[in-house]
């Protein structure tokens, strides 16, 4: 082996570990985006599922409200009805 050959071996080494060392960088990187990716995933589908969670209370909160309403209002209708007919009867 003559010196221009252990040069070139050498530098044959160093840009393999130019290259492995990018590729890790690389490596690293594709990493961090996919950490990034599923972070920001996660927390989509956390708000998502809060957000269905709220408009699910919104939900049955107005359901029940209406509910309510509804019961309220027929049971007025109701008096209304007896009443008016107990005017009518009187007259």
Do not use: F, Q
Not at 1 to 13: E, F, P, Q, Y
Not at 45 to 71: E, P
């Amino acid at each position: 082996m003559n010196h221009g050959v252990m040069v070139s071996h050498a530098m044959d080494t160093m840009t393999i570990i130019l290259i492995i060392m990018k590729g890790m960088e690389d490596g690293i990187m594709v990493i961090i985006i996919i950490i990034i990716i599923v972070i920001t995933t996660l927390t989509m589908i956390i708000v998502i599922i809060i957000l269905i969670n709220t408009i699910m209370m919104i939900t049955t909160t107005t359901i029940i409200m209406v509910a309510a309403a509804t019961t309220i209002t027929t049971v007025a209708v109701k008096k209304i009805v007896e009443v008016s007919c107990i005017i009518s009867y009187d007259i």
